[in-house]
């Protein structure tokens, strides 16, 4: 813009505005659906009239899109194909300079997933979704995994089934993934394009404060519960429980998820406060930086990044999702190198905090003093 000047007035007061434009967190709840293709690609939607565009009513993308987006708070709905990558012909090691080859190798189906959530696993989205059976445990379980080692973001494995007692013995592989959620409900098949118990779920969970406890999302649209009077504990602790799946069920009269617990065994509302808690001081420090012509490598400098870091665990510890006694391990200025300074790399700090676990089971003791009988 070419230099203009501001027109003086006669006022006593004279307001100076500066903007800031920071970086914003990415969020947490945005969705991605993985799904099979004939090549890698990603499709990122913000309407569902944008998905009608690729994806025909009552197809099972269409249908997932339009649960979601039945919350007019959802804001990102994303596709991610994964396709057949190019198989790869490598020399072999004869040892006589023949320069022979080993025959070509085409990639598995969790190959391929793999290869397409690695190029878009930072699209925007929070939740990666897939459907999980025990024809593609494979690929659920190199996903699940594939996750877990990003240490951000969670995976959601949806597996619907047609038996009232399902044999999830299959979801055993999982064991351990604390960023992995399972979900079933019976009476639909795996195939059934109406069988949208994740998006439904997410719908509402996505868009739900920082650390909900997934357990007492209720009242899913369009879903039906396990039968109020066939389903028991029994069958709960038979056939859900041993895998840590959760289902959705009448409890106490009003339909809920059965439990809130991740592959590990783990609160799964706590890999949420991790990652919000990720996204907020990569955000502070990335307008750090941004909003500063340089940083000196001085006790000041290094102050600043605590300083963010503090302001950060602070709003978690208010909002009363970590403990007040996290700890900041920071460093002294002057027991860094020239060299290490010169180098401009900043290592050594890092934050410890204990999440505030969510009560999800009670038990009471109720006494009552009666008179003596007559």
């Known amino acids: 813009m070419a230099d203009v000047e501001k027109i003086e007035t006669l006022s006593p007061i004279n307001i100076i505005t500066t903007y800031d434009r920071p970086v914003k967190a990415a969020g947490l709840a945005g969705v991605a659906y993985l799904v099979k293709g004939t090549k890698i690609a990603l499709q990122s939607y913000h309407f569902l009239a944008e998905v009608e565009k690729d994806y025909d009513l009552g197809t099972e993308i ?4 339009d649960n979601y987006f039945a919350n007019d708070e959802s804001p990102l709905f994303q596709v991610i194909t994964s396709g057949p990558e190019t198989a790869v012909t490598q020399p072999a090691s004869t040892g006589d ?6 025959p070509a190798v085409t990639p598995t189906d969790a190959d391929n997933m793999i290869a397409a959530l690695t190029k878009y696993y930072n699209a925007g989205a929070e939740y990666f979704v897939i459907k999980g059976s025990k024809d593609n445990i494979d690929v659920v379980k190199a996903v699940s995994n594939f996750v877990e080692a990003q240490d951000n973001k969670v995976l959601i494995v949806d597996v619907p089934t047609d038996n009232a007692e399902p044999d999830l013995s299959f979801l055993s592989v999982l064991k351990g993934n604390k960023a992995t959620l399972v979900l079933s409900l019976p009476k639909y098949g795996a195939t059934d394009a109406d069988y949208q118990l994740a998006s439904t779920f997410l719908a509402s969970y996505a868009n739900s404060s920082v650390g909900t406890d997934p357990e007492f999302i209720n009242q899913l649209g369009g879903v039906t519960p396990q039968d109020q009077y066939d389903f028991t504990k029994q069958a709960l602790d038979a056939f859900y ?7 959705y069920a009448y409890r106490n009269g009003i339909p809920m998820f059965t439990s809130n617990k991740s592959q590990s065994g783990d609160q799964f509302s706590v890999m949420l406060i991790r990652d919000a808690i990720t996204n907020e001081i990569v955000a502070n420090i990335t307008n750090l930086f941004v909003q500063n012509d340089r940083i000196p490598y001085n006790q000041i400098g290094i102050d600043l990044f605590k ?3 503090k302001l950060v665990l602070d709003k978690y510890k208010n909002l009363g999702l970590i403990e007040p006694g996290y700890d900041i391990n920071t460093i002294n200025s002057d027991d860094i190198s020239d060299n290490k300074k010169a180098s401009g790399k900043l290592t050594g700090m890092g934050w410890k905090y204990q999440p505030v676990f969510s009560i999800d089971d009670t038990k009471f003791a109720q006494s009552i003093t009666l008179p003596q009988p007559v």
């Open 62 to 65: 269409y249908n997932a899109a």
């Open 307 to 309: 300083g963010q870091i």
């Open 241 to 247: 429980t041993p895998y840590h799946a959760l289902t």
């Open 97 to 102: 300079g023949s320069g022979s080859s080993t």
